[in-house]
Structure formats: C-alpha cells, structure tokens
C-alpha cells in the first residue's frame, strides 16, 4: 500500500488502511465517482462497497479517473444474502468485479447472513473466491457472536475482518470480544450513527478542546481503540477532508472512558427485519 498519513491494521499478513470511504447512498449518483476520486486524491486508499449499494460503477470509475494506482488501493465488497448460494455467490463476485473493471477485490464479505442457505454454503463459496484469486481477503458483515464461533469452525481460510454497526451510541462489547478472540479485525460501518452522534454534548465539548468537530472526536474514539477500522461515508470535499483530519490528535484515557458511557444508549439505526439476526 502506498504511505499516508492512514495508520494501517495489519492481520493475516495483509494490512487494511483504518480509514475507508464507504459509498452507500448517493443523493446525488451524478457526483458519486467524483467524490470517490477526490477522496483518493485527498490521500484515502481504502474504498468500501457492495452490490446491495448499488456503487460498484462508481468505484471503478472514481479509481480510473483518480489517477492512484491500483495496488495502491484497497477495495472492499460484499455480497448480498440473495446471493448466498455457492452459484449465486459465484456469479455475484464475478458481476462486481466486471461492473468495477477490477481483476480482484482486496477484501470480500458475506453482506449479511442468510436464513434459508446453511452458512457452510456460503462460506464454501467464499472461500473458492478467495483460492479462485478474485479476493485477496475473506470476512463476514453484520455477524453475531454465535455467527462468528460457527464461521471460524467451519471456514477454512482465516476471516479477515467482521463489519458491523458500531458507533459511540451503541455496545457492541460482545462482538467485539468475540472478534478480538478470533483475531477478526472490527469493521465499522455508520460510525456517526447515521448523524445523531453528531449533535451530542459531550462530543462537541472535546471537540472545542482539539478545535474539531464531533463528528471527528466520534471517528477518533473509535480509530483508537485495538483493531478498529471504519468506513464512513462523505457527501461533500469537506467531509472527506473532515474525515482524514483524525490522526493528529489522541484522546485521553478519560475522555475515551466518557465517550464510551454513551454506548448505553444501545441505539441501533442498521436493523433490517428482513435480514436481521438476532442481535447479542
């Protein structure tokens, strides 16, 4: 990977930079590759997708016209439960890396587990992506604490990452157990909490002490603890450039014990009944 100002989490051999531009929901599809460029450009080399975002498009675009080089850049994808049959999963994989012009992914997830496929069906499937050399990396998303215990037994290729909601409004302290046992690094995905983190008290008070936003403070508690990578999204040059601004400040052991307090909100935005498993 190239250098940057990115710290980089290391496992398996592989190293993920922790920060990730996450490409769901465009209000503005016109603009998407655009910003996806300009956040390679602004010094990001993880790119986060999936085929349920409906990005892929413009993933690849925005890596053709950024002008980073490809093995400098780590992609991430993910295929959908409507894909979890071996053949499905196999033709979802292929689809992405055509719609993205990409011979391979750097990381490829099971988007969601699924209901009717027994998961040693998917996981099979996974892993044939990964020796098929279409994915450099394997991983789960959205999985639960008995998701994960089954996945290691049965997996035969060490699981990368799990990404899941987790946000300074949510504890995910058993997950989180789970995957530190695994050595499974955290992925997090709407680590503002979809905005609501954003107007919160606390997180603006630190904020005024680093002069930085609470959305800032709420990304840099999470990027400080062990093995975190998150992947928020940003719809403006500001926001990217908000985003990457989270390295040259630390929070205090007290600062990060406070912030933590406000997990027991337990809120949860991501909680698709038509998908959902039943959450720990």
Not at 165 to 190: G, L, P, T, W
Not at 218 to 241: F, T
Request: net charge negative; charged share 25%; with cysteine.
């Amino acid at each position: 990977m190239a250098d940057n100002l990115i710290p980089l989490l290391t496992n398996n051999g592989a190293s993920i930079p922790s920060l990730g531009y996450g490409t769901m929901e465009y209000p503005e599809p016109d603009r998407a590759s655009d910003l996806i460029a300009h956040s390679l450009k602004s010094g990001y080399r993880h790119i986060d997708t999936a085929r349920k975002y409906g990005s892929e498009e413009w993933v690849g675009q925005g890596i053709r016209s950024s002008g980073v080089l490809r093995d400098d850049i780590w992609v991430t994808t993910k295929v959908t439960e409507d894909n979890a049959s071996a053949d499905d999963f196999a033709r979802s994989v292929e689809l992405s890396l055509n719609t993205m012009k990409l011979d391979y992914v750097n990381l490829l997830l099971i988007h969601w587990p699924s209901r009717t496929v027994p998961l040693e069906e998917t996981l099979g499937a996974l892993v044939k992506a990964k020796r098929d050399g279409y994915a450099k990396n394997i991983g789960v998303s959205n999985f639960t604490v008995d998701l994960i215990e089954k996945a290691v037994n049965i997996c035969s290729e060490p699981l990368f990452t799990n990404q899941i909601e987790y946000h300074a409004y949510i504890n995910q302290d058993k997950v989180i157990n789970a995957c530190h046992k695994h050595n499974i690094i955290i992925s997090c995905h709407v680590p503002l909490c979809r905005g609501k983190v954003l107007d919160d008290p606390m997180l603006n008070k630190i904020g005024q002490l680093y002069e930085k936003s609470a959305a800032q403070v709420a990304l840099r508690w999470l990027v400080q603890q062990k093995n975190v990578a998150i992947v928020p999204r940003a719809l403006e040059y500001s926001e990217i450039e908000e985003n990457m601004n989270i390295f040259d400040f630390h929070l205090t052991n007290s600062e990060m014990d406070n912030i933590s307090k406000l997990r027991e909100k337990n809120y949860r935005v991501v909680n698709p009944e038509v998908r959902r498993p039943v959450w720990d």
